[in-house]
Each structure stands twice: as C-alpha cells, then as structure tokens.
C-alpha cells in the first residue's frame, strides 16, 4: 500500500474517530468533561491533519490544544482552590483570577442598603465601613456575598470606602456560570458560603449577648 493510501485511510480514519467526539461533547453538560474531549478531538485531528498534508486544520487544532488544555487546568485549580478553602481558613483567593478590579476614594459608597444586590467584593487594599452596624471590614475580606444566596438579593447594608484603596468584584452572573460549567465548583461554593453564614450569626449570637449582659444593671444591694 503506497503512501498515498495510507494517508487517505488515515483521514479517513481520523475523521470518523473526530466525530465521535464531537457527538459526545454535543452531549455534554459540564466543562471538565467537554475540555477533555476537546483535547482527545485536538490530537487526533493533528494527528491525521500530518500525513494528509491538511494545514489549515492542523494549524487550527494546534492552537486549539493549548487552549483546552490550559482552560482544563484552570477549572481544575478553581476547584482545588475551593476545596482548600472549604477545609482551612475560608479563603476567597481562589475566586481573583475571575474579579474585576476598582479603585476606591474615601467617602465613596459601593452600595447602599435595600438596593439589588448582584456582586461581590473583595478587599484588597484601603478601609471599608458597613455603616448600619459600624462594622470595618479588613483587607482580605469578601462583602456582599450573601445577596447572591438571599430570596430577594437586597443589599442588608450600606458599605463605604473610609480611605482610598482597591477592591475586586465579580458578578454574580459571573459566578453562576462558573456553577453551571462545573457543578463540583458549586458544591463547594455554597458550602463555603453556609459556612460563613454560621460563622456570622455566631458572631452577631455573642455580640448580642456581650450587649446584653452590659446593659443588665447590677443588683441593688438589700
């Protein structure tokens, strides 16, 4: 069998195997299983695109590769991240690569209280002030997490920057989809965000009490 024939059977071949794969990702509802049929599809189409002399589909895939593979590699860091986090300090450092980034000026208000609530912050540097409770917020922090989460996705107070500084945000929209691509990624985010839900009415929970056991007078002596 001469060259030629060897390679028309190979893109033959190649072909046929490519649009089993493009079937299967049609088929597909999450992100880490359509990368790595992307990437299986990537190689094999390179593969027969060689002898059958098909440049334009080699470049094509050449450059699709390193783009499925690297996007695989970051929802799989995304959901390492959030597994980390979940399991140690609560760390929202995984979700930057996906913020936006903004420059606060002191009198500055992001948002006020009762208004609809669709992103998050988080704090990198400057001071923030949620004004109803007097309640600082450090650097590091995340804000405005919650309304994603609430029925209403009303803001529950006004935030306001008190010294110049920068925050990320990201929409939620933004994290919704992150969601929908990977659905391990949304299993833990909202286990994440159950946990800081506790961790802040345990929080109010002794606040509460501190203010009530100084607002108790001291018993008059008989």
Known sequence: MDTSHLAEHAGAAGSFFASIFVVATLSMRTMIPLRVFGILTNIILITT???????ATLILHSVLLPLNTYRLHQM???VRNVKKSVS???????LKPFMTERKCTAGEVLFYK????DSMYYIVSGRYR????GIE??????????????????RTQTLECIQTGVILSVSYDQVEQLYVQNPAFGFYFLKL???????????????????TATSVPAANPA
């Open 193 to 211: 965000m159950t946990t800081r839900l506790f961790e802040n009415i345990d929080r109010l929970e002794q606040r509460l009490a501190q203010q």
């Open 137 to 154: 917020l450090p650097v590091g922090a995340i804000v405005g997490e919650f309304g994603m989460l609430s029925p209403s996705n009303l």
């Open 88 to 94: 140690s300090d609560l760390s929202m450092e995984w």
């Open 76 to 78: 799989l860091q995304l």
């Open 49 to 55: 695109a060689i002898p059958t002399h098909n440049y």
């Open 114 to 117: 009762d208004e609809k609530a």
């Open 130 to 133: 949620l004004v109803e409770s």
